[in-house]
Structure formats: structure tokens, C-alpha cells
């Protein structure tokens, strides 16, 4: 299934470094989402958007800044990052925002190492 | 808070036998129930799920069951194939999108 596409796969950078995550929907879906997967957590969410507009943050440091231009395309631009920040981050998308029982689809995801 | 607590979180099973990963939710008012599959490397996958009018679904080897009573709610994978190895998450959610995620349980088919 190639409907979630997250750039680039691989990313290391350093503290001071300033970078962006890219997702892209191919699926017409209204909403998309940004969550962190670390080993031998639960996913956390990050970042919802429904029809472009933000509306859940979960307390997540400002250090991580999503933008959502349009329905189809997600980024997570990064600056400043911390080496607990090293994780897989993985972008979702889902049909209708409103409702609860929505799949949601998966992209490959971005393993990002903080040096 | 809302929490879902997932367990085993390691699961060894001989090739053939049946693997059952159970999972309990929080709030009351959830009433859908995704699973995820997610082998080493790739996305999460849904590969089935279920929702709070229903108690059991089936899909081939795969089957969910819901006990809305204790809040709990299981995956059953029957004759286990080598190609079911990898790491399953367990969600809950209410009639919002945010799905609350289990901690996941990895699955080893051993042969």
C-alpha cells in the first residue's frame, strides 16, 4: 500500500539543526496525524489536523512545529532537537476527522537520531 | 487518564499453535477497538477491528472478542504461520479520533 507517503525514511541530525518531515496522502482523507513510536511504548500522539486545521496537541515541545497546507500534505519541521527526540515518527491518515472508528492508514514512518 | 494496557508484551507460540493477546481499556465510553500489525521495519497495518455493538468478529484465523462488562478485548490468531511474527498494537477509542494505544505485544512463530 503505498497511500502514506513519509520522506525521507532516514534522518540523523544534530542539536542545532533545523529539518523537515514530509507526508503525503493519497487515499482523499480529511484528517492526518503525527505520532512518535519509541521502543516498547504505546504510539504517541503528536499532532491531529483535520481539514488543515490543528486541533489536538499533545503537549508536545515546541522544539517540533507541524504545518498542514492542505488535506493531502503534513509536515514536522524540527529544530533544536533532543536525543531523547530519536524515535520513529510516524504519519496516519483517516477518512472522516469526526468520527472515533475511522482506520487509520499508516506511512513507513522517518527514523530520526539525534546526535 | 485513558489508558489501554496490552499484555504479554513478548509472545513466543510454536508454528501451528493458536496466540492470544488480550488488552483492557480505561473509559467506559470507548467504543471501537483496532488492531494493528507491524512488522519489523514497515507501518502499522489495521487488520481487524471491532466496534462496542458487537462481541466477537472473525476474519480467517483472526478473531476479536469484546467483553464490554470487564473492558477488555482480545485478538486470537489461530494456526499460527511464520509470517504472523511482529509487533501487535491494541487501540480503544471513543467517538473522537484520538485512539489510545496499547504498549504492543511482540509475537515470535516459532518453527
Known amino acids: 500500500e503505498t497511500g502514506v507517503t513519509q520522506t525521507p525514511r532516514h534522518l540523523v541530525m544534530g542539536m542545532t539543526n533545523k529539518k523537515s518531515l514530509k507526508c503525503e496522502q493519497h487515499?482523499?482523507?480529511?484528517?492526518m496525524y503525527w505520532y512518535k513510536q519509541s521502543a516498547k511504548k504505546p504510539l504517541e500522539l503528536m499532532f491531529v489536523y483535520n481539514f488543515k486545521e490543528q486541533t489536538e496537541n499533545n503537549s508536545v515541545p515546541s522544539r517540533f512545529s507541524p504545518e498542514c497546507p492542505n488535506s493531502s500534505h503534513l509536515f514536522l519541521h524540527l529544530h533544536t532537537l533532543q536525543p531523547e527526540d530519536s524515535a520513529l515518527y510516524l504519519c496516519?491518515?483517516?477518512?472522516?476527522?469526526?468520527?472515533?472508528?475511522?482506520?487509520?492508514?499508516f506511512g513507513d514512518g522517518t527514523r530520526l537520531s539525534i546526535l | 487518564g485513558e489508558n489501554v494496557e496490552q499484555h504479554p508484551s513478548t509472545l513466543s507460540v510454536q508454528e501451528g499453535d493458536s496466540a492470544v493477546i488480550k488488552c483492557t481499556y480505561s473509559?467506559?465510553?470507548?467504543?471501537?477497538f483496532p488492531w494493528y500489525k507491524q512488522e519489523l521495519g514497515k507501518r502499522p497495518q489495521l487488520i481487524i477491528d471491532i466496534r462496542s455493538n458487537v462481541g466477537e468478529k472473525k476474519d480467517q484465523r483472526i478473531a476479536v472478542t469484546l467483553n464490554k462488562t470487564a473492558k477488555h478485548f482480545s485478538l486470537h490468531i489461530t494456526e499460527t504461520q511464520p509470517e504472523d511474527s511482529a509487533v501487535y498494537f491494541c487501540a480503544a477509542s471513543r467517538s473522537n479520533y484520538q485512539l489510545i494505544w496499547g504498549a504492543g505485544t511482540k509475537l515470535i512463530i516459532k518453527p
Open positions: 496516519a491518515s483517516s477518512q472522516d476527522p469526526g468520527q472515533g472508528d475511522q482506520p487509520q492508514h
Open positions: 473509559d467506559s465510553a470507548s467504543n471501537y
Open positions: 487515499l482523499g482523507h480529511n484528517a
